[in-house]
């Protein structure tokens, strides 16, 4: 069963004057449907491999469902993640999500300080991630490379900001530190609350 492109919870224009409608309509209707086609497309090559029994190419494969399933599932993590400014979107977390912040890092603002560091950071393109792994029983920052590379696996992505150049590069230009720093203004706490709500806490 083929992946598909899910649409925005919201218009293309709701997270104005942050992240700008046309970025917004490229991101989601280009480069996410990509990965969604990639993705598709490398399971397709496994299934055939499946049916010839000739893997010479798994290795290849398995390197494009890696990099295009985190592409789609990162996307669609990151979408969720974000609301329009005053109406979902800033402030700052609340109830367990917000206890564990302050546990795992001392204070929201300490919290602020790392996650923005780590994506602003990031080598290339990339994601800053704040991500809870049940084995650790800890939330943890990452400033991820691609989609998938430089985390813990088993870790549950709570919040997520794309630092791909198509991210913000009509907005910001090079400037990427400006975009991680506006970005706090649509992040939806409600959707990253219920997403370590979700989490296994084993
Ligand atoms: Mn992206």
Same mark, same amino acid.
């Given at each position: 069963m083929a992946y598909e492109l899910p649409p925005l919870p919201y218009d293309y224009s709701a997270l104005e004057p942050f992240i700008d409608e046309?970025?917004?309509?490229?991101?989601?209707?280009?480069?996410?449907?990509?990965?969604?086609?990639?993705?598709n497309t490398a399971l397709d090559k496994l299934a055939q491999s499946r049916e010839s029994g000739d893997f010479?190419?798994?290795?290849?494969?398995?390197r494009l469902v890696a990099f295009h399933g985190a592409g789609h599932f990162n996307h669609v993590v990151f979408w969720e993640n974000m /609301?329009? @400014?005053g109406s979902g979107g800033g402030g700052s977390p609340t109830s367990d999500l917000a206890t564990q912040i302050d546990k795992d890092f001392g204070s929201f603002e300490?919290?602020?300080?790392q996650f923005g560091a780590a994506a602003k950071a990031v080598e290339g393109s990339g994601w800053g991630i704040l991500a809870?792994?049940?084995? /650790?029983? @800890?939330l943890f920052t990452f400033g991820a490379m691609n989609h998938q590379n430089q985390t813990v696996p088993g870790s549950v992505p709570v919040l997520m900001c794309d630092v791909w150049e198509h991210a913000y590069y009509l907005k910001y230009q090079n400037k990427r530190a400006d975009y991680v720093d506006n970005w706090w203004n649509i992040v939806n706490w409600e959707d990253a609350g219920k997403r370590f709500e979700a989490a296994p806490k084993a």
């Open positions: 046309q970025t917004m309509r490229l991101h989601h209707d280009i480069h996410h449907k990509g990965y969604v086609t990639g993705l010479g190419l798994v290795q290849h494969y398995e /609301a329009p @400014a300490k919290f602020k300080a809870w792994n049940s084995a /650790a029983g @800890a």
